[in-house]
């Protein structure tokens, strides 16, 4: 196991990480963003490095991606809480949504 996995939200996904976040974070799971890429950064910025910049994949990371809690500490009711069980796993937490009639979720 890992400190932390990370997550990227499909574009099919009706909310961003931050929406996800907050939802994950009514059920009790902590989460945390992805890094804001660094043309983004507003002590860049201010410097006027990246003028101009576009990085479209940093961009979408940063914007569909977060963290979830994982480590060797973590046992497996508290794994089974954090990510569900069976086919939907964390999906239950973020609620599904339907997509082209398919029950879909992250």
Excluded at 2 to 10: K, M, Q
Excluded at 12 to 32: H, S
Excluded at 54 to 60: H, I, L, Y
Excluded at 72 to 83: I, K, M, P, S, V
């Amino acid at each position: 196991m890992y400190w932390v996995y990370g997550i990227v939200l499909g574009d099919e996904v009706p909310f961003d990480a931050e929406e996800a976040m907050r939802r994950l974070a009514a059920q009790g799971i902590g989460t945390r963003p992805f890094f804001w890429p660094m043309h983004e950064q507003p002590v860049f910025r201010r410097q006027g490095l990246f003028a101009g910049v576009r990085c479209p994949v940093a961009e979408r990371l940063a914007r569909r991606g977060f963290y979830v809690p994982s480590g060797t500490g973590l046992t497996e009711d508290e794994f089974g809480n954090y990510y569900g069980k069976g086919e939907d796993g964390l999906a239950w937490h973020l609620g599904s949504f339907s997509s082209g009639g398919r029950r879909e979720a992250i």
